[in-house]
């Protein structure tokens, strides 16, 4: 499944990297330890997190992930929306916390 189409049916907000909307999503990756998302998060994944600064495209892109999800309403710093930009790499917003987001991701990728 694209990007696009978990922001679509996930009723997510892009707030960033709108090139890499059509990249493929192999699975989901939740943490908020950027060590613990470099050492188990897998190419392609879709990374759901409440970090909104420039590491996180650091390791977003280290990691080849397809997306970031923030959760809760946060919104990218300024430094980490122009690295999502220059990455292609988008970033997405959701006003639900990372355990509601996490099963309809689940949900979605495993139906």
Known sequence: MKVREIAEKLNLTVLS???????????GYSS??????????GSGDI????QTHKNVM????LKDLAAVILVK????DPDMAEQS????????STNE?????NGKLYNLLNS
């Open 97 to 101: 916390d990372t355990f509601t987001i």
């Open 58 to 61: 650091a390791i977003a892109s």
């Open 32 to 41: 908020d330890l950027l060590s613990d998302v470099m050492g188990n998060a």
């Open 85 to 92: 930009n220059e990455e292609g790499i988008p970033v997405l």
């Open 17 to 27: 990297g709108t090139e890499g909307l059509d990249a493929e999503i192999n699975n």
């Open 47 to 50: 990374w759901i997190t409440l």
């Open 73 to 76: 309403g946060f919104v990218p």
